[in-house]
């Protein structure tokens, strides 16, 4: 996909109106989920080779497709006024959200890209889509959760964490979000395209307010993906206490304007102690590389501990690099910030920046030759002793035999 430009202007959001939109946007989550990312979740019906869930029925469904309609690039959907008993077990998670009332919330989620569309503006159009309509119909805090490869495109739309990442046993580590939709000062901190349609609208300061006062920590966290280029690059050096070419051997060999072009587009995460941050058996797209804080990794049925990953270490790249279900559980072992990095960052340098490619594969080849190289010199550690053992146990028998 080298055209984005192109991609964007035959672009169009639309809301689905009849059964047969319904149907499409659910045959077009299974398409990727299942058939494109090889993913199998519970609702899937592999029969009709469709994907939804309760959540559903009840939801404005919105897509981006060609203008002709006939290829779905992202679609995602809004539930608003959860004023709903069967959604009361979703607003009970909404905390101290609810004191402005279930009907000023509104829940948007399974954000589906099409990974032919993963480059192009269809994600962001139809995040824009979803903000119109919240507004439209009263919210004032709209509440996601994604995964972590996509958290710099909703902190650049003005979407904030307001509690601890968790690990769901479908979707894998998931981050969660709310926009306050009234909040203009920070849409205007972050240069949120979202500014634009605010703009027109009456925008109280009280849930800003209101938020900072009881979310202080995540009401002034830094927004990496608002950061220019050159603060983005001096933020992860602080953590490192070294530049990043420097600090992780993934950067090896690079230079600023190539290790930029990698990282840039890759997300920060804070994690508290004893935070799972992968399951083994999930699947996954991204790979972690440790910006500060340490990690432990677990692997076998009785989840030993194989192995302690700190500060510029990586995990997660098996899975990152063959799509295959993630091979051990990764928990972190005091507080930790991670940069994720997804496989469509790899894919898109491949294609527009080969040398760039070429280096970070070799990197990331050596890093998988030094892990095999290490686990099997523990292997022979471990077998060997036996092996002399048994050689000093079988000479006394034959000369007893003898």
């Given at each position: 996909m080298s055209d984005t430009t192109g991609q964007n202007a035959k672009l169009q959001v639309f809301t689905a109106t009849d059964e047969a939109d319904f149907f499409r946007i659910f045959q077009f989550r299974y398409g990727v989920k299942v058939t494109q990312l090889g993913e199998d979740p519970p609702a899937a019906d592999h029969g009709r080779k469709t994907l939804s869930d309760r959540l559903d029925q009840s939801a404005m469904q919105i897509y981006v497709a060609d203008a002709n309609k006939r290829e779905i690039a992202a679609a995602v959907r809004l539930n608003t006024g959860l004023t709903?008993?069967?959604l009361a077990h979703l607003t009970q998670g909404f905390g101290v959200f609810r004191e402005f009332g279930v009907e000023s919330?509104?829940?948007?989620?399974q954000l589906i890209i099409s990974p032919k569309w993963a480059s192009s503006?269809?994600?962001s159009l139809a995040l824009c889509a979803v903000y119109k309509l919240a507004r439209q119909h009263g919210s004032r805090f709209d509440f996601s959760q994604c995964s972590?490869?996509?958290v710099?495109?909703?902190?650049?739309?003005g979407y904030r964490r307001f509690r601890e990442n968790f690990v769901d046993e479908e979707l894998g580590y998931q981050v969660p979000m709310v926009l306050l939709t009234e909040d203009f000062s920070h849409l205007t901190r972050v240069n949120s395209p979202l500014v634009k349609i605010a703009r027109n609208m009456t925008n109280p300061v009280i849930t800003g307010n209101w938020f900072a006062r009881n979310f202080p920590d995540y009401a002034l966290a830094p927004v990496p993906a608002a950061m220019a280029d050159e603060?983005?690059?001096h933020f992860l050096a602080r953590k490192l206490n070294q530049p990043p070419t420097a600090g992780v051997p993934l950067l090896e060999g690079l230079d600023y304007a190539e290790a930029m072009a990698f990282i840039r587009a890759g997300s920060v995460l804070n994690c508290r102690q004893d935070v799972p941050i992968l399951k083994a058996g999930q699947f996954g797209r991204e790979m972690f590389v440790i910006l500060s804080g340490e990690v432990r990794v677990l692997a076998g049925p009785e989840k030993s501990e194989v192995a302690r990953l700190k500060r510029g270490d990586i995990f997660g790249e098996l899975a990152y690099l063959s799509e295959a279900p993630r091979t051990a559980d990764v928990v972190t072992t005091d507080e930790t910030e991670l940069l994720v990095l997804?496989?469509?960052i790899v894919q898109r340098i491949m294609v527009k920046m080969p040398a760039i490619a070429a280096k970070v594969l070799f990197n990331l080849s050596l890093i998988l030759c030094e892990r095999v190289g290490r686990s099997t010199r523990d292997l022979v550690s471990v077998t060997l002793p036996a092996a002399s053992t048994g050689s000093q146990q079988a000479a006394p028998r034959k000369t007893a035999e003898g």
């Open positions: 709903d008993p069967s919330l509104s829940l948007s989620g503006m269809a994600a972590p490869s996509l710099p495109l909703y902190q650049r739309l603060e983005f690059w997804n496989q469509e």
